[in-house]
């Protein structure tokens, strides 16, 4: 579970965040929802510990996020793992050895047993032979299954994909979509998606979020989203072509 | 103010990279890797400029020396000792701050872009450690390698030149550079080179890692590179020279 409380960010004059105070649950696809510009990135971003809030508290089951915390913040973010809005994939090393990158860092494991977990984890996201290929080699929605892969890589507990299907065709992104729910299933745990795309919301999302002029604007769940009465969430909606 | 926000900035960038490593074993990897790069990637560069430079200053040295009053080992003795405490180290590293500055910054720069380096600190990786540090402990250690080469290659190229010119035989060439040879010259050079090794991969990995936007500003951060490498590696060469000369 992660919870915020009171969660606040400026740059320069601008609040980015305001006052923001919510509960993502464990085992649940929790979705941030909102305009370009409304603060989910940064909200995101701060979730990961990318960039440290001014006011207010990030707490990853019980364990705050605390910058001064330098061994506590990186017992933190080893339990994290994120897909990045470009995938953010090493460009000079190969897929397998993007997603054995994180193993090689963290574990003990023998070279074998890291094949191992690799191709486990390139299974999981439905990808096969493609360990020796670059990142330039492959396609876009191949690029953000390899994320996930290497996301997944270590027994982490939570997992923030950033915008997943931006770029991506509507089957792709369905793909996607569906398997970071498995995913989700599969290993129990916490995931905090960031999207504008309605599709996913209704598709996959368990929670919702919405940000408007980075303040938290409505919370409910997949059912509730349709029969608000939220003025901003609705004009969200109907802007979208759900 | 700027001056100093970004000397600051530089500093506690520096500062960052020295904490624990998550994986010394990698560190050195990467370190070797970097040497590789470094050394073996730039030595045709300095094998071509050593030689040229040495020949050059050969012969324009022997075309100003006209008078019968002074010895023709004279020349070997101002191109050895130019070579030695100058030409080398200094010319050297402002190609290599060209070469290999401008690599590490757009290397790290495009990494920035990529939200590859913000990859690496959600993974809780330490990412200016694991980028940079490699890169400046292999140019300290490699960066003094390249200008030893670029020595001999310099007084060979000096020898040729002045035997095929016919402006002095290989025999004054040597006596000549012995004549004044002392060894604080080289160690002096040495201690320019790996300061400038420092100065280069340092400012480079670091105008790299702060590089914001896109490709353009990858290209501006390579640029900047270059130029506050070479800048610093002036400023330095007459800071050392004032202090231990």
Request: net charge negative.
């Given at each position: 579970m992660i919870e915020l409380k009171s969660v606040s960010k400026t740059f320069g004059d601008k609040e980015v965040l305001q006052e923001i105070s919510t509960v993502f649950e464990t085992g649940k696809i929790n979705l941030v929802i909102g305009a370009s510009g409304s603060g989910k990135s940064v909200l995101m971003r701060a979730l990961v510990g990318l960039i440290d809030v001014d006011s207010g508290s990030i707490s990853f089951d019980e364990r705050v996020l605390d910058f001064t915390d330098h061994v506590r913040t990186r017992d933190i973010r080893r339990d994290i793992g994120m897909l990045f809005q470009g995938s953010a994939l090493f460009n000079s090393a190969t897929v397998q050895d993007n997603v054995e990158f994180p193993l090689k860092m963290f574990t003990n494991m023998t070279k074998v047993e890291r094949l191992e977990r690799v191709n486990f984890c390139l299974k999981c996201v439905h990808l096969d032979n493609v360990n020796n290929k670059f990142p330039a080699e492959i396609s876009g929605g191949m690029k953000k299954r390899v994320g996930i892969a290497r996301a997944i890589a270590l027994d982490i507990k939570y997992l923030f994909c950033d915008?997943?299907?931006?770029?991506?065709?509507p089957i792709t992104s369905r793909v996607i979509d569906d398997l970071i729910k498995e995913i989700t299933e599969d290993f129990k745990i916490t995931t905090i998606i960031n999207t504008h795309d309605m599709k996913t919301v209704f598709d996959i999302g368990d929670n919702i979020l919405f940000i408007y002029n980075g303040k938290k604007w409505w919370e409910g769940t997949k059912a509730d989203v349709r029969t608000s009465n939220n003025k901003e969430l609705q004009q969200f909606l109907n802007a979208s072509y759900i | 103010m700027s001056f100093f926000y970004h000397f600051g900035h530089y500093l506690l960038f520096i500062k960052s990279m020295f904490s624990k490593p998550e994986k010394f074993r990698i560190y050195v990897e990467r370190v070797f890797t970097e040497m590789v790069a470094i050394g073996i990637g730039s030595l045709p560069i300095v094998i071509l400029i050593s030689v040229f430079q040495g020949a050059v200053t050969t012969v324009q040295t022997a075309y100003q020396l006209v008078t019968p009053m002074i010895p023709k080992s004279t020349i070997g003795t101002v191109v050895s000792d130019s070579t030695i405490l100058e030409m080398a180290p200094t010319i050297t590293c402002l190609v290599l701050a060209g070469k290999v500055g401008s690599h590490i910054a757009s290397e790290i720069g495009t990494m920035r872009i990529n939200e590859e380096i913000d990859a690496l600190e959600v993974m809780g990786i330490n990412s200016a450690a694991f980028l940079a540090l490699p890169k400046i402990v292999a140019g300290i250690i490699m960066i003094p390698m390249l200008v030893i080469i670029s020595i001999f290659l310099s007084e060979v190229g000096g020898m040729v030149a002045g035997h095929y010119s016919g402006a002095l035989t290989v025999n004054e060439f040597i006596q000549g550079a012995r004549l004044t040879f002392e060894l604080f010259s080289l160690q002096f050079s040495l201690i320019k080179a790996f300061t400038f090794g420092f100065i280069i991969t340092s400012v480079s990995s670091f105008h790299g890692y702060i590089t914001k936007g896109g490709a353009l500003e990858v290209g501006e951060s390579s640029t900047k590179a270059v130029v506050y490498s070479s800048v610093l590696i002036l400023l330095s060469d007459y800071l050392l020279a004032e202090l231990l000369l």
């Amino acid at each position: 579970m992660i919870e915020l409380k009171s969660v606040s960010k400026t740059f320069g004059d601008k609040e980015v965040l305001q006052e923001i105070s919510t509960v993502f649950e464990t085992g649940k696809i929790n979705l941030v929802i909102g305009a370009s510009g409304s603060g989910k990135s940064v909200l995101m971003r701060a979730l990961v510990g990318l960039i440290d809030v001014d006011s207010g508290s990030i707490s990853f089951d019980e364990r705050v996020l605390d910058f001064t915390d330098h061994v506590r913040t990186r017992d933190i973010r080893r339990d994290i793992g994120m897909l990045f809005q470009g995938s953010a994939l090493f460009n000079s090393a190969t897929v397998q050895d993007n997603v054995e990158f994180p193993l090689k860092m963290f574990t003990n494991m023998t070279k074998v047993e890291r094949l191992e977990r690799v191709n486990f984890c390139l299974k999981c996201v439905h990808l096969d032979n493609v360990n020796n290929k670059f990142p330039a080699e492959i396609s876009g929605g191949m690029k953000k299954r390899v994320g996930i892969a290497r996301a997944i890589a270590l027994d982490i507990k939570y997992l923030f994909c950033d915008e997943p299907n931006s770029g991506l065709d509507p089957i792709t992104s369905r793909v996607i979509d569906d398997l970071i729910k498995e995913i989700t299933e599969d290993f129990k745990i916490t995931t905090i998606i960031n999207t504008h795309d309605m599709k996913t919301v209704f598709d996959i999302g368990d929670n919702i979020l919405f940000i408007y002029n980075g303040k938290k604007w409505w919370e409910g769940t997949k059912a509730d989203v349709r029969t608000s009465n939220n003025k901003e969430l609705q004009q969200f909606l109907n802007a979208s072509y759900i | 103010m700027s001056f100093f926000y970004h000397f600051g900035h530089y500093l506690l960038f520096i500062k960052s990279m020295f904490s624990k490593p998550e994986k010394f074993r990698i560190y050195v990897e990467r370190v070797f890797t970097e040497m590789v790069a470094i050394g073996i990637g730039s030595l045709p560069i300095v094998i071509l400029i050593s030689v040229f430079q040495g020949a050059v200053t050969t012969v324009q040295t022997a075309y100003q020396l006209v008078t019968p009053m002074i010895p023709k080992s004279t020349i070997g003795t101002v191109v050895s000792d130019s070579t030695i405490l100058e030409m080398a180290p200094t010319i050297t590293c402002l190609v290599l701050a060209g070469k290999v500055g401008s690599h590490i910054a757009s290397e790290i720069g495009t990494m920035r872009i990529n939200e590859e380096i913000d990859a690496l600190e959600v993974m809780g990786i330490n990412s200016a450690a694991f980028l940079a540090l490699p890169k400046i402990v292999a140019g300290i250690i490699m960066i003094p390698m390249l200008v030893i080469i670029s020595i001999f290659l310099s007084e060979v190229g000096g020898m040729v030149a002045g035997h095929y010119s016919g402006a002095l035989t290989v025999n004054e060439f040597i006596q000549g550079a012995r004549l004044t040879f002392e060894l604080f010259s080289l160690q002096f050079s040495l201690i320019k080179a790996f300061t400038f090794g420092f100065i280069i991969t340092s400012v480079s990995s670091f105008h790299g890692y702060i590089t914001k936007g896109g490709a353009l500003e990858v290209g501006e951060s390579s640029t900047k590179a270059v130029v506050y490498s070479s800048v610093l590696i002036l400023l330095s060469d007459y800071l050392l020279a004032e202090l231990l000369l």
